[in-house]
Nanobody
């Protein structure tokens, strides 16, 4: 499958905000048959963890530590997903990966994008 393209991210001070975006590549099967999308993150020395999940009905789930601070949304017209991150903390520092979920549960993984929060 074609790899989604992630954008956004970067460095910010604690308390700041960042917005991540992830769009399906032209020709991706996800454009024609989508199930939802997820965001994951992995900090150095730690296991990858799921940050958020959203389905086509708008049902969302969040990691407990980001509830009330992060918001994910689908843009079906653009076959994209976003992650708005507010009130960022140092412990949110990680490489963030999107996963566009095709019909049948196939994951199209993004390349990863770094988010660094300085305290």
């Amino acid at each position: 499958q074609l790899q989604p393209v992630e954008s956004g991210g970067g460095s910010v001070q604690a308390g700041g905000s960042l917005r991540l975006s992830c769009a399906a590549s032209p020709g991706s099967r996800y454009i024609y048959c989508k199930s939802g999308a997820k965001w994951y993150r992995q900090a150095p020395g730690k296991e990858r963890e799921q940050v958020s999940s959203i389905d086509l009905r708008g049902g969302v789930e969040y990691l407990d530590s980001v509830k009330g601070r992060f918001t994910t949304a689908l843009d079906n017209a653009k076959s994209a997903v976003s992650l708005q991150m507010n009130t960022l903390r140092h412990e949110d520092t990680a490489m963030y990966y999107c996963a566009l979920v095709e019909c049948g549960g196939i994951y199209d993984w993004g390349q990863g994008i770094q988010v660094t929060v300085s305290s």
